[in-house]
């Protein structure tokens, strides 16, 4: 069985929907749906005006948005029984969401708001297969998708209540499931995170251990760049999980960046395909290892770099220690480091306890930060034994000011960090100097 999982703009209409209709249909697997496309951001809207105690602002999103879904109901049925069952749905959706603009509105309350995007679309979806004469199944994302304690899944929970689930509805032809929502370790109603639909289909992935997972998206896989911000980029054929993991994380937007994990653990491929054009050949993550390349470029926003500087640190044991034990003790991630015999540098992209930090890391020297910059993360065979990778990423950056440069912690990743202000001059040259070299 194979897990294949559509984003929002695969079914973003009426006619996207049942194009992905076309293309599930015939084979025994697990079709993960995220919300239409912009809904998720009409509902975060919504419950910001809602905390913002407007709850006239929230309604008149919310009819907007209702009215967009009974327009997509009429031109994506045809019989008038289907049409009327399809609007009792959305009708359902919106008038729950309406509630919420009555009451007090807490982040419980904004988790069930969100929700409310793949549960429609995944409704919708099934009953336009059921139209035609399909017997899928619905598999309720919150009856097994599960967050523990610390906000992380909980892969034994999920394997269980989602194989009980699948043996109970064994003669389905397909079934569909929501990306994106589940419950917490309090069983409230929770997410992945934005963009976390990709992360349910590698769950799922994992825990039915499948054949292979594929995200189907609007692009034709990885590009070896970013491209929004450079023009020149190609599909990168094959990927390495590891390769694929840096890149998710370092920015690509094309997947979640901890999608990979689950797949890899259990040695799944991960197909990254192009719901406009199904024949492509998109690309194809797995464990194979092609020597000798630079794959791909990303980049990873909102970086801020803080210095440590220490005549104490010469010949001092402990110092990395304590330094970074005040990153752990505010809970924020440290993502590159790079040391001297006289200080460290660092970086995190979670600012909210910057000021707390900083004040502790006065009592081993002088701080410096700096704020708006960005991670480029350069990706592919990054083995030291491989002569010239690390001067041509350098060369390629010759014209642009270089903050850090990491190199040797993996095999697969060289980051460099630079302004935000160069981002796009850093990306446009990599790929002219790295991909498409005249
Ligand atoms: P979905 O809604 O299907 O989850 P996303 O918008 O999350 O789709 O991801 C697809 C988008 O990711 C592409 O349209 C593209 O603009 C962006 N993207 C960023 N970096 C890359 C990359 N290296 N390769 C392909 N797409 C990328
Ligand atoms: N609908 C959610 C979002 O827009 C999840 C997803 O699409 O992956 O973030
Ligand atoms: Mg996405």
């Known amino acids: 069985m194979k897990v294949l ?74 019989t008038s029984e289907y049409k009327q069952r399809a609007k009792e749905l959305v009708a359902h959706h919106f008038d729950y969401i309406r509630t919420f603009t009555k009451d007090l509105f807490t982040l419980f309350e904004e988790r069930v708001v969100l929700a409310q995007g793949e549960l429609i679309s995944t409704g919708l979806m099934h009953l336009y297969l059921n139209e035609l004469g399909v017997n899928a199944v619905l598999l309720p994302a919150l009856d097994y998708m599960r967050t523990d304690k610390n906000a992380e899944p909980d892969p034994a929970y999920i394997k ?45 992935g994992a825990a039915i251990h499948a054949e292979e997972i594929q995200i189907w998206t609007d692009i034709d896989g990885m590009h ?25 994380y370092f920015g690509a937007k094309i997947l979640h960046p901890t999608c990979i994990l689950p797949a890899k653990l259990n040695n799944i491929p991960v197909r990254l395909l192009n719901t406009m054009q ?26 801020t770099a803080i210095k440590i500087k220490s005549g104490r640190m010469l010949l001092a044991t402990g110092f990395l220690r304590k330094v970074f034990e005040i990153f752990e003790n505010y809970q924020t991630p440290i993502d590159m480091v790079t040391t001297s015999e006289v200080g460290v540098s660092c970086t995190i992209d979670n600012r909210k306890r910057l000021d707390e930090i900083v004040d502790d890391l006065k009592k081993f020297g002088t701080v410096t930060v700096d704020n708006d910059m960005v991670i480029i993360c350069v990706v592919g065979d990054m083995d030291w034994e491989n002569l010239g ?35 796009q001059k850093a990306l446009r040259a990599l790929s002219a100097y790295l991909f498409n070299k005249k």
């Open 389 to 423: 990778f690390g001067a041509s990423i350098v060369n390629a950056l010759k014209d642009i000011p270089v903050r850090m440069i990491s190199y040797g912690g993996s095999n697969y990743n060289v980051s460099l960090l630079v302004k935000s202000s160069d981002k």
């Open 224 to 248: 070896n760049n970013d491209p929004r911000y450079v023009e020149e980029t190609a599909p990168v054929r094959h990927l390495h999980f590891e390769e694929a993991a840096e890149l998710a």
């Open 278 to 303: 199904p024949d492509a050949l998109g690309t194809l993550v797995s464990n194979k290892i092609e020597k000798g390349k630079i794959k791909a470029v990303a980049a990873k926003d909102n970086i």
């Open 5 to 78: 999982k559509f984003g929002g703009t695969s079914v973003g209409s009426a006619e996207r929907m049942k194009d992905v209709a076309k293309l599930i249909v015939g084979e025994r697997n697990i079709v993960v749906l995220s919300a239409m496309s912009g809904t998720t951001n009409s509902l975060v809207e919504i419950s910001e005006y809602l905390y913002k105690k407007n709850p006239d602002g929230a309604s008149e999103i919310i009819n907007k948005l209702a009215i967009k879904y009974y327009e997509i109901v009429n031109q994506f049925f045809s």
């Open 160 to 204: 269980e209540k989602l194989n009980i689930l699948l043996d109970e509805y064994k003669d389905a032809e397909l079934y569909i499931t929501q990306g994106y929502i589940c419950r917490n370790a309090y069983g409230e109603i929770d997410n992945l995170q934005r963009g976390g639909s990709d992360y349910t289909a590698s769950l799922i």
